[in-house]
């Protein structure tokens, strides 16, 4: 089975940097992804990460660290429009599924 | 380029009543389907998913079920509505190979069931 968890809720301030952690236990893993959903929307996709690393991509960073179960979420320069949930899933690769941690909800403040 | 259309958008369904909703992908084939819930304030609970027509994987014991009739179309249903049911219903696809391709998801349908 899978166990994915995140915190319930962080809170910023507009212009900081805030890091929002994932720890994960999975049957079979292939792939970690980052979601972001605003209030009453879908979800959107922010990032992927397949192998131990940082991947980059404009104000917000992804980290994976396969060995200990755990990923990361990095915003920088927040944006009032940055509040919102943020979701990690992970791949299971031999079973197709993609499973969602529970959500951390950021608010940021001015 | 690919789209994936969800309805209906919102629904108001009686207790013990039916439920149909619909998911259909176009301007791809052989998708991988997934039903997914999300209560208020949670995070998705994965329902369904399917790797191929009349192919359907349950994750969760409940009174709802799904079926892929066509390879772009996935169900899901209920013979009877439970107010458990309530919640934001989302489908989504992604390819069946490629591992760093992402699920994309439906507009999502708010159900309450009363």
């Known amino acids: 089975g899978q166990n994915i968890d995140q915190p319930t809720e962080m809170t910023a301030t507009e212009g900081a940097i805030v890091q929002i952690n994932c720890t994960y236990q999975?049957?079979?893993?292939?792939?970690l992804f980052w979601y972001q959903q605003h209030a009453g929307e879908a979800p959107t996709f922010l990032s992927y990460n397949v192998l131990d690393g940082l991947e980059e991509k404009g104000r917000f960073s992804s980290f994976l660290s396969r060995s200990k179960g755990y990923s990361y979420l990095l915003l920088k320069e927040l944006q009032m429009k940055d509040s919102a949930s943020y979701l990690c899933?992970?791949?299971?690769?031999?079973?197709?599924?993609?499973?969602f941690g529970t959500g951390t909800r950021l608010l940021v403040s001015p | 380029s690919q789209t994936i259309h969800q309805w209906p958008a919102t629904l108001v369904q009686p207790v013990g009543s039916p439920l149909s909703l619909e998911c259909t992908v176009e301007?791809?084939?052989?998708?991988?389907l997934y039903w997914y819930r999300q209560a208020a304030g949670r995070g998705l609970q994965l329902l369904f998913y399917s790797v191929g027509i009349g192919q359907i994987s349950s994750e969760v014991p409940q009174n709802l079920s799904a079926s892929r009739p066509q390879d772009r179309q996935f169900i899901l249903s209920s013979k009877k509505l439970l107010l458990s049911d309530s919640g934001f219903y989302l489908c989504?696809?992604?390819?069946?190979?490629?591992?760093?391709?992402?699920?994309?998801f439906g507009q999502g349908t708010r159900l309450t069931v009363v």
């Open positions: 989504a696809w992604r390819p069946r190979t490629g591992g760093n391709t992402e699920a994309f």
């Open positions: 899933a992970v791949r299971d690769g031999g079973f197709q599924k993609l499973v």
């Open positions: 999975t049957s079979g893993f292939n792939g």
């Open positions: 301007g791809t084939s052989n998708p991988n």
